[in-house]
């Protein structure tokens, strides 16, 4: 079996910090595309960033050059640093792991983590 562990959410203000993990555990083989998402009250689920296994990463408009996801393969982790945060970057924010188990490839969910930016 797979867990998939997201932490690191929490309130802070505008302007500040956070920095969400999620973390992998059991029978990996490997993971592929690492992502995280996001869902605010009332709206649909958005895709925030992503980083392939080669270390590519893509972003939304919307938190370029605030935002930036990272990986560390050895831990089975990823990361997503978030700085400038804006009240509208407050949501349930959600990580995604292609993760390869024997000849099969998954699609693992973290259990969300809520963030919320103060004005």
């Known amino acids: 079996q797979v867990q998939v562990v997201e932490s690191g959410g929490g309130l802070v203000q505008a302007g500040g910090s956070l920095r969400l993990s999620c973390a992998a555990s059991?029978?990996?083989?490997?993971?592929?595309?690492m992502v995280w998402y996001r869902q605010a009250p009332g709206k649909q689920r958005e895709l925030v960033a992503t980083?392939?296994?080669?270390?590519?990463?893509n972003y939304a408009d919307s938190v370029k050059g605030r935002f930036t996801i990272s990986r560390d393969n050895a831990k089975n982790t990823e990361y997503l640093q978030m700085n400038s945060l804006k009240p509208e970057d407050t949501a349930v924010y959600y990580c995604?792991?292609?993760?390869?188990?024997?000849?099969?490839?998954?699609?693992?969910w973290g259990q969300g983590t809520q963030v919320t930016v103060s004005s």
């Open positions: 059991g029978s990996i083989f490997s993971i592929d595309t």
């Open positions: 995604n792991m292609q993760i390869r188990r024997g000849l099969v490839e998954y699609d693992y």
């Open positions: 980083i392939t296994s080669g270390g590519r990463t």
